[in-house]
């Protein structure tokens, strides 16, 4: 049986809480964190929080689909022209690879539109294709396009190639 990405959907506030549930049931799930700066009064501290609120990521057969639906804190997956919607192994590792490099990594919710394509040629993104968004200064936005996210960082537009 092969297995795919998929995105769920949880109670508010549950994405961590559901991905240590999916991990004690032996479920391959991922829940990106965005590492945030926050300044109290005293101290700035570096927190985690994730960065799709409600959704966490699971690496399922067909089968498995129930025991994650059956989960405490899941609402359902999300669907896409009427069936769970599929995600891409390499949009989850882009995912992985920009939260990895980046710190309050800002999310943008999008309507998709054809644009050009690129590939990033340096950096953590290295190797991976998109479609530049906007470049204004050296601020470009890489679409992820099953999600309908788009992902904020600050790369070089000289790193962009286009293709």
């Not at 992985?96 to 943008?108: A, D, H, P, R, T």
């Not at 960082?153 to 286009?162: C, E, F, H, P």
Request: proline share 3%.
């Amino acid at each position: 049986m092969s297995t795919k990405w998929y995105a769920i959907y949880t109670r508010p506030r549950w994405e961590k809480k559901v991905h240590g549930l999916l991990s004690q049931k032996g479920i391959e799930s991922y829940c990106p964190l965005n590492k945030i700066r926050r300044k109290w009064s005293d101290r700035i501290k570096l927190i985690e929080e994730p960065l799709f609120k409600s959704y966490v990521f699971v690496k399922v057969t067909d089968e498995d689909r129930t025991a994650v639906r059956m989960t405490n804190g899941v609402v359902n997956f999300v669907y896409w022209n009427g069936k769970p919607g599929v995600i891409k192994d390499k949009e989850i590792q882009s995912i992985q690879k920009f939260l990895g490099e980046y710190e309050n990594v800002s999310l943008i919710k999008m309507d998709l539109q054809k644009d050009d394509r690129v590939v990033v040629a340096a950096g953590p993104l290295m190797d991976q294709e998109g479609k530049v968004i906007e470049v204004k200064n050296k601020v470009a936005k890489v679409v992820i396009e099953s999600l309908g996210y788009i992902l904020v960082a600050d790369i070089d537009k000289n790193n962009l190639i286009s293709i």
